[in-house]
Nanobody, 114 residues
Framework: VQLQASGGGLVQAGGSLRLSCAASRSISSMNAMGWYRQTPGKQRELVASITGGGNINYVDSVKGRFTISRDNAKNTVFLQMNSLRPEDTAVYYC?????????WGQGTQVTVSS
C-alpha cells in the first residue's frame, strides 16, 4: 500500500488547512487509517484515526478543531484542521493499518505562524 499525503503549508494562527492522504488501494479494506504528527526531538503522536467501522478518535488537543473523514470512492482520507495554533506545527503523516501491517505516507509539513 502506498500513501501520498498532501495539503500542508504555512498558515497563520486561526487559519485552516485540509490534508489529504491518497492510497494506492481500497481504504475500505483497511482496519484503520490515521493521521500522526511529529516535531523534532519528539515522538510521533496520533492526531486522529478512523476505523473501518467508522469509529473516530482524536487526541485531546485537537478535539473540536480537527475533523478526520474519508472518501472510499477516492481511496482518500482527509484531515480538516481549523483554528490552527502554533503548537500544531509539525510534519503530518498518514498511516494505514491492515492486519498486522502498517503503511506510512511520506509526511507533509504544517507550519502555523503566530
Amino acid at each position: 500500500v502506498q500513501l501520498q499525503a498532501s495539503g500542508g503549508g504555512l498558515v497563520q494562527a486561526g487559519g485552516s488547512l485540509r490534508l489529504s492522504c491518497a492510497a494506492s488501494r481500497s481504504i475500505s479494506s483497511m482496519n484503520a487509517m490515521g493521521w500522526y504528527r511529529q516535531t523534532p526531538g519528539k515522538q510521533r503522536e496520533l492526531v486522529a484515526s478512523i476505523t473501518g467501522g467508522g469509529n473516530i478518535n482524536y487526541v485531546d488537543s485537537v478535539k473540536g478543531r480537527f475533523t478526520i473523514s474519508r472518501d472510499n470512492a477516492k481511496n482518500t482520507v482527509f484531515l480538516q484542521m481549523n483554528s490552527l495554533r502554533p503548537e500544531d506545527t509539525a510534519v503530518y503523516y498518514c498511516k494505514a493499518q491492515l492486519g498486522y501491517y502498517e503503511y506510512w505516507g511520506q509526511g507533509t509539513q504544517v507550519t502555523v505562524s503566530s
